[in-house]
C-alpha cells in the first residue's frame, strides 16, 4: 500500500480512522465508518534517520479482540522495542508520507516501562512515527 499525504492531514484519518489515545508513540484508533468495530492498535516505524521530503514508514495495527482489554496491548507495545514489531509475524502496510521537510520533525524520546527508550519523530499533522 503505498500513500502519500499532506504534513498537516493524520495518515489515520487518510486512512478512515479516528484517534482515540495515543502514548509514547501508539495509538488507539477507532473505525470511523463502522464505530462497532473494535478498536485496533497501531504504530508507525520508519528508519532513522528520519528521510524527507518522502518519509516511508511501515504501518503495524492490530485489531483488539472482542474480550481483550485495548491496555493489554498496548502495555506490550509500550514495552517492546520498535525492531521487535517486525519480527513479531505483523504485517505492516508500507506508506509513504510527505512532502515533509526535515526541520518540521521533532525529535520525541519516551521512557519504556522495563527501561529504555523509544525514539521518533513528530510530524507537522502531529502523528508520531517511530524509529526501527
Known amino acids: 500500500m503505498s500513500t502519500t499525504n499532506t504534513p498537516t492531514t493524520s495518515v489515520f484519518e487518510t486512512l478512515g480512522y479516528q ?11 477507532r473505525n470511523r465508518a463502522n ?3 473494535p478498536e485496533a492498535v497501531a504504530l508507525l516505524l520508519t528508519a532513522h534517520p528520519p528521510e524527507a521530503p518522502v518519509l516511508p514508514v511501515k504501518l503495524f495495527v492490530q485489531p483488539v479482540p472482542r474480550g481483550v ?23 505492516a502496510a508500507t506508506l509513504e508520507l510527505g512532502p515533509l521537510d526535515a526541520s518540521d520533525l521533532e525529535e520525541q524520546a519516551y521512557g519504556r516501562p522495563e527501561g529504555g527508550k523509544r525514539f521518533g519523530v513528530r510530524l507537522p499533522s502531529g502523528d508520531v512515527v517511530c524509529f526501527n
Open 19 to 29: 484517534v482515540a489515545s495515543r502514548e509514547r508513540g501508539i495509538y488507539v484508533l
Open 35 to 37: 464505530p462497532a468495530a
Open 69 to 91: 482489554d485495548t491496555r493489554t496491548i498496548t502495555d506490550l507495545w509500550d514495552g517492546l522495542d520498535a525492531r521487535r514489531f517486525e519480527e513479531s509475524g505483523l504485517d
